[in-house]
């Protein structure tokens, strides 16, 4: 029988998977603002492990030699893929990579655009579904087929020993997988991943339109500890989301019987809001999830990414700089000698999702 085993995030690398933003409906028509942030993270994953980077057909050779131009020598490889995909969020439609008896495998879910029919945020995202698949391919790793289970990567934390986290608000959405009860759902996700827990945190970050995935609000930064996304002010809508996680976290044990350690980790004391300026840059298509002037972002310093050397640390600016320095306070405070580097990420979040959302990692083969 074989022994599967999902590492957490936090082990070495020997890549990350990025995918270049186009859409305009999240990168707007002038996408330069999320490029630039996008060529930031490029450089500081370089230092310490490849990077493949996916592209769609119709992109201009121009636009893939200006980056190579631009990232110059690097301690790693970037490795350009052309790929169409709908978007950029790698960590939903690209592979969740496990070890099967040692052996790295590239999970391919069900991708609906977090929610199909029912709630999901565009209506065509055939290229999306089979982006998975195709990677796989490229780098000659097997893909596991389990496109009747809908499941986003961001929807999914692993300590590496067994426990995984998850939100019951996503998990458990009626765009998801609604014919499963949730003992069906935590079985499958054992099954699959090799786990012997699921830890079900309640909700999720306010306003997150994934039906608030887990990498957005609790994140294992090392085996038995976390960091949770909080406020102390019980007049923010934040603040009985975050509560009720915590509670739950301090009442359950993981997989090896350890208490959890929470860390505290402040949301911007300032919400992040939707722009005159955003909304004349963004172009919707049909069937897909519009914004509005004022909309409150779903900004949270948790959806941090790891390197192989360092931690890329969301930051938003503006009203927001007491609480930027903060965060990387705390993180550093956690790092476990990896380096923190703050990146700032206005211009992702506008697209939805962030730092962790665009990222996904391709563990060191054993």
């Given at each position: 029988m074989s022994k599967i085993r999902f590492p957490a995030e936090f082990e070495k690398h020997d890549a990350t998977l990025m995918i270049w933003p186009v859409r305009p409906g999240s990168w707007g028509k002038d996408p330069s603002g999320a490029q630039k942030a996008f060529v930031t993270l490029f450089k500081e994953i370089l230092k310490s492990e490849d990077l493949y980077v996916l592209f769609g057909r119709m992109t201009s050779s121009d636009i893939i030699n200006s980056l190579k131009e631009e990232l110059g020598d690097t301690n790693f490889d970037?490795?350009?893929?052309?790929?169409?995909?709908?978007?950029?969020?790698?960590?939903?439609?690209?592979?969740?990579?496990?070890?099967?008896?040692?052996?790295?495998?590239?999970?391919?879910?069900?991708?609906?655009?977090?929610?199909?029919?029912?709630?999901?945020?565009?209506?065509d995202y055939e290229n999306d579904c089979n982006l998975a698949r195709k990677f796989c391919e490229k780098i000659d790793v097997e893909s596991v087929d389990l496109k009747n289970f809908i499941l986003e990567g961001g929807s999914i934390h692993s300590d590496g020993q067994g426990t995984l986290m998850v939100t019951e608000s996503c998990l458990l959405s009626k765009g998801r997988n609604p014919s499963m009860s949730k003992d069906e759902i935590e079985y499958q996700l054992l099954r699959?991943?090799?786990?012997?827990?699921?830890?079900?945190?309640?909700?999720?970050?306010?306003?997150?339109?994934?039906?608030?995935h887990v990498d957005n609000v609790c994140a294992f930064v090392a085996p038995g500890e976390v960091v949770l996304a909080w406020t102390d002010n019980e007049d923010d809508p934040q603040y009985e989301l975050s509560k009720?996680?915590?509670?739950?976290?301090?009442?359950?044990?993981?997989?090896?019987?350890?208490?959890?350690?929470?860390?505290?980790?402040?949301?911007?004391?300032?919400?992040?809001?939707?722009?005159?300026?955003?909304?004349?840059?963004?172009?919707?298509?049909?069937g897909e999830d519009m914004r509005e002037e004022g909309e409150r972002l779903a900004a949270s310093y948790v959806n941090f990414y790891f390197t192989n050397d360092s931690i890329l640390l969301p930051q938003f600016g503006g009203e927001n700089k007491e609480s930027d320095l903060k965060a990387v306070e705390i993180m550093t405070s956690v790092a476990?000698?990896?380096?923190?580097?703050?990146?700032?990420?206005?211009?992702?979040?506008?697209?939805g999702g962030n730092i962790h959302c665009i990222t996904q990692q391709i563990p060191r083969k054993d």
């Open positions: 970037f490795v350009p893929l052309i790929i169409d995909s709908d978007d950029s969020w790698a960590r939903d439609t690209g592979p969740t990579f496990v070890y099967d008896d040692c052996e790295l495998k590239g999970i391919d879910w069900g991708f609906n655009a977090w929610g199909g029919d029912y709630d999901g945020l565009y209506a699959t991943l090799g786990a012997q827990k699921v830890l079900w945190l309640p909700r999720g970050i306010y306003n997150d339109e994934t039906n608030e009720a996680s915590y509670d739950y976290l301090r009442s359950v044990t993981d997989a090896m019987g350890r208490e959890l350690k929470i860390h505290k980790l402040p949301i911007p004391s300032c919400p992040v809001l939707i722009t005159e300026e955003d909304l004349q840059n963004l172009v919707f298509e049909e476990a000698g990896r380096k923190v580097v703050p990146v700032y990420a206005r211009d992702i979040l506008v697209g």
